[in-house]
């Protein structure tokens, strides 16, 4: 299996948040820090190097390396709780520097890790949790049908824009754009206004065409 048709866990994120955002880091290999995402590898890199440790029942594992043969997906996943001895529970636990936010681009990484878990270690997971800086709160995510499929979805649609190596337009929904890291680079208000500018050139040439048409 070629290397490069993996993909990394944190890269879904990238891809259900935009898949342009996605195509311009995993394919074009750009990337530019902001505020947000200096600070989001600060808190990871103190998150990292905390030691694994027990404490009663539970285990708590640090920085896990995880993979799935089946989806080909690869990362780390910041915490993994494992509690029990003779029947075994595992709970990952992903941080983020943020708040937890109604859409689901944090709750698809954390649940493709679980994927990963789950062809790991021949189990299945039930739920685990976000963990949020910015509020200090842990929020539960159950691992549901839902999840599970807008999950793998995300996953198919990261594996086919990566095989067609073409980055898409920008994302419609501008307000994303302005908490994106790449906004300087990826300009998407130079695309949107070429756009409608393309549209204006089309009614004019249907406009001309069919005056001379008339005459
Ligand atoms: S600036 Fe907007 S369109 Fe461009 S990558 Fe970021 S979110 Fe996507």
Redesign the pocket.
């Known amino acids: 299996m070629d290397a490069q048709e993996w993909i990394q866990l944190s890269a879904l994120q990238h891809y259900a ?2 898949p ?2 996605f195509a ?1 880091i995993h394919i074009e290999q750009v990337w530019a820090d902001n505020f947000f995402t200096a600070h989001g590898n600060l808190l990871h890199e103190r998150v990292d190097s905390y030691e694994s440790e027990q404490r009663g029942n539970t285990r708590y594992e640090r920085s896990v390396a995880v993979l799935s043969q089946q989806l080909r997906i690869r990362g780390k996943l910041d915490l993994l709780e494992i509690e029990g001895k003779s029947s075994t529970q595992y709970f990952p636990v992903e941080y983020k520097r943020g708040k937890p936010k109604r859409e689901d681009w944090d709750k698809i990484q954390l649940c493709a890790q679980a994927l990963c878990l789950e062809e790991m270690r021949e189990t299945s997971i039930e739920k685990g949790a976000l963990w949020y800086w910015q509020v200090r709160k842990r929020e539960p995510v159950l691992f549901d049908e839902r999840l599970r499929a807008v999950t793998c979805n995300a996953i198919e649609g990261a594996h086919a824009l990566l095989a067609t190596g073409k980055t898409p337009m ?2 419609d929904k501008a307000k ?2 302005s908490a ?1 890291s ?2 300087d680079l ?1 300009e ?1 208000a130079a695309f949107r206004r070429d756009r409608s500018g393309a549209y204006v050139d089309t009614i004019f040439l249907e406009l001309r065409e069919s005056e001379s048409n008339e005459n």
Do not use: F, I, K, N
């Open positions: 948040y935009c342009r955002q311009l920008p994302t994303r754009c994106c790449l906004v990826c998407p």
